[in-house]
């Protein structure tokens, strides 16, 4: 089972949105609505941010969105904060009855 | 509130083996399925396989397949991965991950136990 591909980093300036995309198979992310992302700051562990592709656990800031199409999975952060800077990986639910996470993406706060 | 405290620190040589920990506690242990997580220096993370809450039924993934065990004791609540046969790319940060049922998605984090391979 090969890691679902995110980008290496992705940038931006405070105030301004990014989007991660997280691009699987017909096997995982096309398959199944259980798409996952999570925040990960070194040193602690990691985060759940959003859960069924799009929806958000109580106490995550709702500039944290996630959406799906196809075989790909995506996350945008909005109003981007200096915070935010982690690193975020997506996971999917397969149809091996196991889990495959992202590559895992950088996210920097310029 | 809901804690998994994994054990500590480990270094082994290669072609051993490696037991870890993970103690949960806030929550009734029974109730959810237990995972394993790895992230290796540098890299990404990789699902290692689950423990399923009430039957006890284990899913590995493929590479680790006859390396791999994932056990676990209701009575202490505490769940248990042990890694056969080392190798140095086995060196990683390992943890421990809950999930409630037909969820499909890990709502608790043990803090990460770091297992080094070395001779």
């Known amino acids: 089972q090969s890691a679902l591909t995110q980008p290496a980093s992705v940038s931006g300036s405070p105030g301004q949105s990014i989007t991660i995309s997280c691009t699987g198979t017909?096997?995982?992310?096309?398959?199944?609505?259980?798409v996952t992302w999570y925040q990960h700051h070194a040193g602690k562990a990691p985060k759940l941010i959003i859960y069924d592709v799009s929806y958000r656990p109580s106490g995550v800031s709702n500039r944290f969105s996630g959406s799906k199409s196809g075989n790909t999975a995506s996350l945008t952060i909005s109003r981007l904060q200096a915070e935010d800077e982690a690193d975020y990986y997506c996971?999917?639910?397969?149809?091996?009855?196991?889990?495959?996470f992202g590559s895992g993406t950088k996210v920097n706060v310029l | 509130q809901v804690q998994l405290v994994q054990s500590g620190a480990e270094v082994k040589e290669p072609g051993t083996s490696v037991k870890i920990s993970c103690k949960a506690s806030g929550y009734i242990f029974s109730n959810y399925h237990i995972h394993w997580v790895r992230q290796a220096p540098g890299q990404g993370l990789e699902w290692m396989g689950i423990i399923k809450a009430r039957t006890g039924i284990t899913i590995y993934i493929q590479k680790l397949q006859g390396r791999v065990t994932m056990t676990r004791d209701t009575s202490t609540s505490t769940g248990y991965m042990e890694l056969s046969s080392l190798r140095s790319d086995d060196t990683a940060m390992y943890f421990c991950?809950?999930?409630?049922?037909?969820?499909?998605?890990?709502?608790?984090w043990g803090q990460g136990t770091l297992v080094t391979v070395s001779s």
């Open positions: 991950l809950r999930e409630l049922p037909d969820t499909y998605y890990f709502d608790s």
């Open positions: 017909s096997s995982d992310v096309g398959a199944y609505k259980y």
């Open positions: 996971t999917s639910y397969t149809s091996s009855y196991t889990y495959v």
